[in-house]
């Protein structure tokens, strides 16, 4: 905190009095008491004593007066290897707080006071060994003394808590207080294991109770992996910690329940989604991870075949008309319809979105959730957005015949629509919308594109080994039986966790509409018609971007086995 605000575009008493949060008059009194003080406080830490604003509000301000990122501490769980590097004297000796180590990076992430203590992080730096990257936060000093207090002390590896819980009992009711909630193992199992699943990249938490056990799996690069199983003695006291986190009814057992809630790990925000289910061997727990920091690719990071990209851009440049991402759940749909979202975005276009719900924030964006209890639903959300002066709608799912004729009625009337449909190929998506009872002379001229894709993993770099093509996989890979050709297969590192991959890519077919494909869709041709039509004007199907992809030697031939069909067309 300690910096020369005069040399800021905004002080620190402007940002404060320009939001609202402090008078002219208290600013003044703040401003006579540190002229008076023979000692002289920062400006922030005289404003809370004298009860003007509060630590996170001067957090806040002085984040947007620096021009750095700042850290809310009362909702974050730290990383135990980040604590185990900075003893807890060293922490209050700095007035600092470790939030997060990351290995590959050689970096701690770190919360301090004031982000241009260079003495301190100098000192940390010294202490810890020269090489090692500081990335300092700002926080407010309380907080900071706070969570010291918190952490330090209590066992925050899974396998210590589990030691703890063998030995003593769990209090229920103090589950739901707020009241030093870090004294209790079971909160720290949970943030533990929530904890681990972002660090490793999962998607999805999968909490299955059975007979005498309970089952732990998280969902990485698409594919569940049993993590671990713990005794069933401990999941009650783990649904009532998940339920509070999740704002859900915890007395509610027989019933499914929705929620969600935001927590910082490793120094980010990450919001999840939660969905409790009863089954016959108690209540079933699915988190699902929304990590804002990895969900928006930019288009030219896709790593899509240029002529696609090509394409892509093109559907992009038309002004008027819907564009589909269609697919199974899990396939990264709303992923790609954020990157296209990202590539128009900017201040001369009104983007306004309908999802259920929202799921990562972005700036300049009106983003709305459906909410059926006030009746706000696909079809008169979009009814509503119509009349909020839009250039772009982003339509979260089209699933009944309201949002369909909505969606459409948008897109002819000189708006881009972006939307998502559940079917298994671009050219599907056509007999799906006649199905919800769209006409073929309102879809003929108004459809701009359809986007088909899937999610596979890539090969791990580290590990991955080459073969001899045998003759199936040659035959697979529209190959001549008698070459010879080098694929790649997965082994297994502990870089990729004995895996084989590591992280995920897509596969995609673009279908592009022009005039004799619109009219073809009124003259209501066939799925077999269009598609060859489509075929012999460039059109690639997915188990040709699959080939291209292993060809490339980026994933297997099991891999794209697993999610597109290798056998369509031989």
Request: glycine letters at 6%; hydrophobic letters at 40%.
């Amino acid at each position: 905190m300690a910096t020369d605000y005069q040399n800021k575009k905004l002080r620190l008493g402007d940002v404060l009095t320009l939001r609202g949060v402090i008078t002219q008059d208290q600013l003044q009194v703040a401003l006579t008491e540190q002229q008076k003080s023979s000692h002289p406080l920062q400006l922030g830490q005289i404003l809370i004593q004298l009860g003007f604003a509060t630590e996170s509000i001067i957090r806040d301000a002085l984040s947007e007066v620096l021009n750095t990122e700042s850290i809310d501490l009362t909702h974050m769980t730290p990383d135990s290897e980040a604590l185990a590097r900075i003893p807890r004297s060293k922490a209050l000796q700095l007035k600092i707080m470790p939030i997060s180590f990351d290995a590959s990076k050689f970096s701690l992430t770190i919360a301090i006071s004031d982000v241009y203590n260079l003495l301190a992080i100098d000192q940390l730096r010294s202490y810890l060994g020269g090489n090692i990257v500081i990335v300092p936060l700002l926080a407010g000093i309380t907080e900071i003394q706070h969570a010291i207090d918190h952490f330090y002390g209590v066992e925050l590896s899974v396998d210590g808590i589990l030691e703890e819980l063998e030995t003593g009992k769990v209090d229920f009711q103090s589950l739901a207080d707020d009241n030093d909630e870090y004294s209790q193992p079971v909160v720290r199992l949970v943030d533990a294991l929530l904890s681990d699943a972002v660090k490793r990249g999962a998607s999805d938490i999968h909490f299955e109770p059975e007979q005498g056990f309970l089952r732990i799996r998280y969902r990485i690069d698409g594919v569940l992996q049993q993590i671990r199983s713990l005794h069933i003695n401990y999941w009650p006291a783990m649904t009532v910690r998940l339920k509070v986190l999740s704002t859900m009814n915890i007395a509610e057992t027989r019933a499914p329940q929705d929620g969600r809630f935001s927590m910082t790990v490793a120094g980010r925000s990450v919001d999840f989604r939660a969905s409790v289910q009863p089954t016959t061997h108690g209540e079933n727990f699915v988190l699902r991870i929304l990590d804002r920091n990895r969900g928006i690719v930019e288009l030219n990071d896709l790593d899509l075949h240029p002529e696609s990209l090509m394409t892509l851009k093109l559907m992009l440049a038309r002004p008027e008309g819907i564009l589909l991402v269609t697919g199974p759940t899990g396939s990264g749909k709303t992923t790609t319809l954020y990157s296209m979202l990202s590539h128009v975005n900017n201040e001369t276009v009104n983007i306004m979105t309908l999802e259920d719900p929202v799921e990562y924030p972005m700036t300049l964006l009106r983003q709305t959730s459906v909410n059926e209890a006030a009746k706000m639903d696909f079809a008169s959300g979009i009814r509503s957005m119509m009349r909020q002066d839009p250039d772009v709608i982003l339509v979260g799912e089209i699933r009944d015949k309201d949002t369909a004729d909505m969606a459409m009625r948008a897109a002819m009337t000189g708006h881009q629509v972006f939307s998502t449909l559940h079917t298994n190929s671009a050219i599907g998506a056509i007999p799906r919308l006649l199905d919800l009872g769209v006409l073929p002379d309102v879809m003929s001229g108004n459809i701009i594109g359809i986007v088909a894709q899937r999610l596979i993993r890539k090969l791990c770099v580290n590990c991955s080994q080459t073969y001899q093509a045998d003759a199936t996989e040659l035959m697979l890979l529209r190959e001549p039986e008698a070459s010879e050709f080098t694929l790649h297969k997965s082994t297994g590192c502990p870089a990729c966790q004995k895996l084989g991959y590591k992280g995920r890519m897509a596969l995609m077919e673009l279908l592009r509409f022009d005039a004799e494909l619109d009219d073809m869709v009124a003259q209501h041709k066939s799925t077999n018609e269009l598609l060859r039509y489509a075929l012999g004007h460039g059109f690639r199907l997915l188990v040709e971007d699959g080939i291209r992809r292993i060809k490339e030697g980026k994933t297997t031939l099991e891999e794209v086995a697993r999610v597109v069909d290798m056998t369509q067309g031989l």
